[in-house]
């Protein structure tokens, strides 16, 4: 048994119960970070040995894996933040194990994700929205850009502190990107969490004036195009 388990995205007391139950039951669990993931774990006392999968991982160790679940092992993935799957090699991993295991029974323990998390505080429209991860550093990254001013539905994707001034320069270079609300993320659950809302404008001016204000985790969402916007419908 293949458990995918969400830990949280900073603040440690928003894991659930469900999840310290299936951490302290597995006989393994299967961390991005092992270094990052024994801090959730020692939080919680939890003594299960772990090992590592990452996106550097070589096949030798999905193999591994593999045969771990022949043996009737349980296993929990995690990532260092969120659900496992999502902007990571697990699901890779999943692919990986039904492939070679169809019987497998794959189980979702939920929890917390930095998109719908910031998505739930937007206030836009959530009926539809396209969730983009992160844009390419170099390459495709115009291309990327370019789509989200095709996108009608709201918007969400992951930036780092090294690119998020740079994603707002581009994102202004979009038609009709400046007549969309935005709203900035940064730091989800932890202790500097801050919530920018605005145009493109004044969310760059309000960060520019913060010194720290590009330090962590970022999470940007554009509102939908049409009339709950400034542009016209």
Request: net charge positive.
């Amino acid at each position: 048994m293949l458990y995918i388990v969400a830990t949280p995205i900073g603040n440690l007391e928003d894991i659930t119960l469900r999840a310290i139950s299936v951490l302290g039951s597995a006989d393994f669990i299967l961390a991005e970070d092992t270094r990052v993931t024994r801090v959730l774990l020692d939080r919680y006392n939890i003594r299960v040995p772990v090992i590592s999968y990452h996106q550097h991982s070589k096949i030798q160790k999905v193999d591994h894996i593999i045969d771990l679940l022949r043996e009737d092992k349980k296993l929990a993935l995690v990532t260092d933040a969120g659900t496992p799957g999502i902007n990571d090699p697990g699901n890779f991993l999943v692919s990986k194990v039904l492939e070679a295991l169809s019987d497998c029974k794959v189980v979702p323990i939920p929890g917390p994700n930095a998109a719908i998390t910031a998505l739930s505080v937007s206030g836009f429209p959530m009926d539809k929205f396209v969730y983009l991860g992160f844009p390419p550093h170099k390459k495709g990254r115009q291309t990327f850009f370019k789509r989200i001013g095709q996108i009608e539905e709201t918007v969400v994707f992951y930036e780092s502190k090294y690119r998020v001034m740079k994603a707002l320069e581009e994102l202004r270079g979009v038609s009709k990107i400046e007549s969309r609300s935005v709203m900035i993320a940064r730091e989800l659950t932890k202790q500097f969490e801050t919530i920018y809302r605005g145009t493109l404008d004044q969310i760059e001016m309000e960060m520019k004036a913060n010194k720290n204000s590009t330090l962590g985790e970022f999470v940007v969402v554009i509102s939908p195009r049409g009339k709950n916007n400034r542009e016209e419908s």
